[in-house]
């Protein structure tokens, strides 16, 4: 089985969803390192949970961390692949050590980044675009294409299990960029929402 499109799941926070989401043939783990964070992953947890499975890339999320800061954290999470931040400076003060790099940044603020568009090229830095809204503009959609056709970018805004696989097919999009969630209790979860998505993105053998 594959999927339409790539697929980073953002703030994971438990093997409930890690495992189900490694079934399901998506890209990228993404974890919350940033202590505070309710989301927050310890050192402990992360290896507790990444133990379990295999043949996927994980990313450490960071809103407000500065660049040292997440250096010295990341021999404390060896097998992270990605590094993702809300700082872009941050990122280009990263890129030396080697990682993948993604820029998360708010549907309402992309038209800032076309004078960015350079030196988002010249680090490799993937962009992860987020918004609170369940729908996407006209005006939204023109942009994201007109982004994703210079860089790689990850839509994480306006995706529900109807749209999922039309807007999988934008020009030149990366990919998906869709929220994990907490257990009821330990073991069990509810995937209604996330499975009908991953699902209809499902190709067919």
Not at 75 to 84: A, F, K, R
Not at 114 to 141: A, G, M, R, W
Request: glycine share 8%.
């Amino acid at each position: 089985m594959a999927l339409k499109t790539k697929v980073k799941i953002n703030r994971i926070t438990n093997l409930t969803d890690a495992r189900y989401c490694s079934g399901m043939y998506v890209d990228i783990l993404g974890f919350c390192l940033e202590e505070g964070s309710a989301q927050y992953v310890s050192p402990m947890q992360f290896q507790e949970i990444t133990g379990w499975i295999s043949g996927i890339d994980y990313a450490g999320e960071f809103s407000d961390l500065d660049a040292y800061s997440i250096e010295r954290l990341l021999g404390d999470y060896p097998s992270l692949t990605w590094i993702e931040s809300e700082d872009l400076d941050t990122l280009v003060q990263l890129k030396s050590l080697g990682k993948k790099l993604i820029y998360r940044v708010k549907l309402e603020a992309l038209d800032s980044l076309f004078p960015k568009v350079e030196l988002l090229q010249e680090y490799k830095i993937t962009l992860h675009v987020t918004s609170t809204d369940k729908s996407i503009t006209i005006d939204n959609e023109s942009i994201i294409k007109k982004l994703s056709s210079q860089l790689n970018l990850f839509l994480g805004a306006g995706i529900t299990p109807e749209n999922a696989s039309s807007l999988s097919e934008l020009p030149g999009l990366y990919g998906f960029a869709l929220d994990g969630g907490d257990e009821i209790k330990p073991g069990l979860r509810d995937f209604d929402q996330l499975a009908a998505i991953l699902e209809s993105l499902e190709l067919e053998d």
